[in-house]
């Protein structure tokens, strides 16, 4: 049985005086911090001149970190009161201390989970979830001055009806076995619906684009939309059979909206952009000529499950371990994943305005990940592997003909660091022999060239 939790106008009534006492609690002791903090809080509506009293900026960066700090003490009190309950008797593990309570005790076994407002609470019978609302509806009030949405906090049987929690759906449903059952997830389909509608709209707006560069920029803007959608459900165990009900619409609108710009049906591992994910597929997607290349409207069926790995609390931007199991986290990601994402929104829009040099177009755009591939993500300078925060792509001999400078053997993935240092004139031959050699290298074809 789940509770699935809504408190009533969240964002809107947390206590500025309670969540201080919290922030110096959990150890910001600064003055000057918590000054701003309380600023940021009261700071009113532009155009008013009410302050707010209560709560917290919606939609603010801040808030939802604030909403974590606030209701920590609620996640502490339901852990005290199961989980991590105190006993006399020492057990040897969690799991055997919660078997010998079932067994001895009255207490109500229970397991929160909760992101930002958002939480479900389980319970082992519909009795226990009934108490465990009331208990936490008290424990709101009294000690956080919040309220329960006595309409919108409901109690579901999760193998009779799904429940709705973070944009999807969970439900258990019967196993191959005869007494076992299994977790089927699937985007929350209200939403999707929405969501869909919006993609409808933007494609719509395609028609309007002035040139083609205009065009391009805005087939990426779906593009990252989709992507956008299909990465956050990628962890539902239905992601494929509900999305693929929306794409096959979806397709056929995007097609006759290119229809205006010469479009093309094309296999979608034909396509110049996007490879990560096209280069698995061969299903026909609507597509335009952008000079040598072929640029797709990607699909809401290019999806497939992907188990989500449970965080590591160790790691953390803020030490050496931490910093250590993040990079090796990351770095198990695809090469061809790591490459599209070079293809940066911000710098696709400033190229449809036309507010770059010329070499700097959607060839180059495009050939960026092409440049990053040969080379396996490591920079042709250091041979350190590259991010895309620190990435920069060098035109070794920038002075060809338009027509030829942006080929993918003409572009070099190196750092921001190691650019910078072959552009310079100073001596770095305390790098090493093999650095500095590769520098000279660099420096001798813009050299020559010039």
Not at 153 to 158: A, G, K, L, P, Y
Not at 188 to 206: A, M
Not at 303 to 317: A, D, G, M
Not at 401 to 423: D, F, K, M, W, Y
Request: aromatic share 10%.
């Amino acid at each position: 049985w789940i509770v699935e939790g809504d408190i009533s106008k969240f964002f809107d009534c947390v206590n500025h005086t309670k969540l201080c006492k919290q922030l110096y609690g959990m150890g910001i002791r600064d003055q000057r911090v918590l000054m701003i903090i309380k600023a940021m809080l009261k700071a009113g509506i532009m155009d008013e001149i009410q302050i707010n009293p209560l709560g917290t900026v919606q939609g603010g960066i801040i808030s939802p970190l604030l909403a974590n700090v606030y209701l920590h003490s609620f996640d502490q009190w339901v852990t005290r009161e199961w989980e991590n309950k105190k006993t006399k008797q020492t057990y040897a593990t969690p799991s055997i201390q919660q078997e010998a309570l079932k067994k001895r005790s009255h207490l109500k076994p229970a397991y929160l989970v909760r992101y930002a407002d958002d939480w479900i609470l389980a319970a082992d019978t519909k009795r226990n979830a009934e108490k465990w609302k009331q208990r936490i509806s008290n424990y709101l009030r009294s000690n956080l001055k919040l309220t329960l949405s006595a309409e919108k906090t409901v109690i579901t049987n999760v193998r009779e009806k799904p429940i709705h929690f973070l944009g999807c759906e969970c439900k258990m449903v019967k196993g191959k076995s005869r007494a076992g059952y299994v977790t089927r997830t699937m985007p929350d389909r209200t939403r999707l619906k929405s969501k869909v509608k919006e993609l409808h709209q933007k494609l719509s707006t395609l028609k309007r684009c002035k040139n083609k560069e205009a065009l391009i920029h805005e087939i990426n803007v779906v593009n990252a939309t989709i992507r956008g959608i299909i990465q956050y459900y990628q962890c539902t165990t239905w992601v494929n059979i509900i999305l693929s009900k929306y794409a096959y619409n979806l397709k056929w609108k995007a097609k006759r909206v290119l229809d205006k710009y010469g479009g093309i049906w094309l296999p979608a591992n034909e396509v110049n952009n996007l490879t990560s994910v096209h280069a698995d597929y061969t299903m026909g997607i609507p597509a335009v000529t952008y000079k040598y290349a072929k640029i797709g409207i990607t699909s809401l069926a290019f999806c497939k499950w992907k188990k989500t790995q449970l965080k590591n609390p160790e790691e953390s931007p803020f030490t050496i371990e931490g910093r250590k199991l993040y990079q090796e986290r990351t770095g198990k990601t695809p090469l061809r994943a790591r490459a599209d994402e070079l293809l940066s929104l911000h710098l696709s829009k400033i190229i449809s305005k036309g507010a770059t040099d010329k070499k700097y177009n959607f060839e180059y755009f495009l050939n960026r990940a092409y440049a990053f591939n040969p080379d396996k993500g490591k920079c042709r300078v250091c041979d350190e592997e590259l991010k895309p925060f620190n990435l920069h792509i060098h035109h070794i001999d920038p002075h060809l003909p338009q027509a030829s400078v942006n080929r993918v053997n003409n572009l070099a993935a190196v750092h921001e660091h190691c650019h910078r240092q072959i552009h310079s004139r100073e001596d770095y031959a305390s790098l090493g022999k093999k650095i500095w050699k590769k520098i000279i290298a660099f420096r001798e074809k813009l050299n020559r060239l010039m």
